[in-house]
């Protein structure tokens, strides 16, 4: 299995930009797809946005389309969320995980998560 470390939290204010890292160990990287969730206080972790295998394909949460762009660097085990245009409600941990792949723009067969960042978002 691939192990996932996430780096990149931070405190910003409403409107800011921040960019998140997600480190994975191990030469299988590239064979799975790849994911961010989050989890705000008091709500269940919720699925925010994924890629495929080589990054040709993306899928995002209604709630995050047009702000927050996922990518991957196969040939340096990386995967990045950039987040524009934050909001106070996207104040929550983000968690990277690792999947066998995406299905109705989910997520799926997940086997690996990052052990998640803070963002926090003032208004």
């Known amino acids: 299995q691939v192990q996932l470390v996430e780096s990149g939290e931070g405190l910003v204010h409403a409107g800011g930009s921040l960019r998140l890292s997600c480190a994975a160990s191990g030469r299988t990287f590239s064979s799975y797809a790849m994911g961010w969730f989050r989890q705000a206080p008091g709500k269940e972790r919720e699925f925010v946005t994924g890629?495929?295998?080589?990054?040709?394909?993306?899928y995002y949460a209604d709630s995050v389309k047009g702000r927050f762009t996922i990518s991957r660097d196969n040939a340096k085990n990386t995967l990045y969320l950039q987040i524009n245009s934050l909001k106070p409600e996207d104040t929550a941990v983000y968690y990277c995980?690792?999947?066998?792949?995406?299905?109705?723009?989910?997520?799926?067969?997940?086997?690996?998560w990052g052990q998640g960042t803070q963002v926090t978002v003032s208004s």
């Open positions: 995980a690792a999947g066998l792949g995406v299905n109705q723009g989910v997520l799926i067969g997940l086997r690996s």
């Open positions: 890629i495929s295998r080589s990054g040709g394909y993306t």
